[in-house]
Structure formats: C-alpha cells, structure tokens
C-alpha cells in the first residue's frame, strides 16, 4: 500500500482506518464540526452529528460485522478520499469508496460512502 504525505486531518483518518476495529473510540478522535453529515446512498442512511453517525452507522457497522482494509487514501483539497474493502461476518466483501469533505479549520463536515 502506497501512501501519499497528508495533511494532519488526511494522517488522522488514516490513522482511524487502519485501525477501524476500534469503532467509534478511535473515529471520535478525527476532528469533525459538530454537525457534520454522513451519507450511505446504497443503505439509505443521511445522518447528521456525532450521535446519530455513532447510532446509526456503527451500529450498523458492528452489526454486519464489518472489518475495514484501507487499499489507497488520496488527499486532494478539501477532500480526502478512501478506497477500502468492507468485510462482513459471512464473509461478503464491498468495495467502497468514502469520501470525506474538510473544512477551512481542518474538520471533516460531510462524508460520502459509495
């Protein structure tokens, strides 16, 4: 895995992606506005602030069962963009791509998982 030099919020997701086992404790050390918004077309969930992405989307994470391989990160702007394999517990493999929008104070304010 080749990795770019990042900004410190691009090394900060890097560093909650490899170590995504630690679920939410390791994401809530990203910075992120406290409004920030999650989007997951494919399972209909648009979430917004640090309780709901906590109750919904781990929820479901730890539900499915789901362990994260970060493949590439690229930092391009206000943008950082991951390319991970999602594993489920019956072994289901997603490629999906999340996409993650900074602001000028260096905290993620929306993120976009396709």
Same mark, same amino acid.
Request: net charge negative.
């Given at each position: 895995?080749?990795?770019?030099?990042?900004?410190?919020?691009? @090394?900060?997701?890097?560093?909650?992606?490899?170590?995504?086992?630690?679920?939410? *404790? @390791?994401?809530?050390?990203?910075?992120?506005?406290?409004?920030?918004?999650?989007? &997951?077309?494919?399972?209909?969930?648009?979430?917004?602030?640090?309780?709901?992405?906590?109750?919904?989307?781990?929820?479901?994470?730890?539900?499915?069962?789901?362990? $994260?391989?970060?493949?590439?990160?690229?930092?391009?702007?206000?943008? &950082? !963009?991951?390319?991970?394999?999602?594993?489920?517990?019956?072994?289901? &493999?997603?490629?999906?791509? @999340?996409?993650? $929008?900074?602001? *000028? *104070?260096?905290?993620? !304010? @929306?993120?976009?998982?396709?």
């Amino acid at each position: 895995m080749m990795m770019k030099t990042l900004s410190p919020i691009g @090394e900060a997701i890097r560093h909650y992606k490899l170590n995504a086992s630690g679920g939410y *404790e @390791e994401w809530s050390k990203v910075a992120r506005a406290p409004d920030y918004r999650m989007h &997951v077309p494919a399972m209909g969930f648009d979430v917004t602030g640090h309780d709901e992405v906590r109750d919904v989307i781990f929820g479901w994470l730890t539900n499915i069962g789901a362990e $994260q391989e970060l493949v590439d990160i690229v930092e391009f702007g206000a943008s &950082v !963009t991951c390319y991970l394999h999602i594993e489920d517990k019956e072994g289901v &493999v997603l490629d999906i791509v @999340e996409v993650f $929008q900074i602001d *000028e *104070e260096g905290r993620v !304010t @929306e993120i976009w998982a396709l």
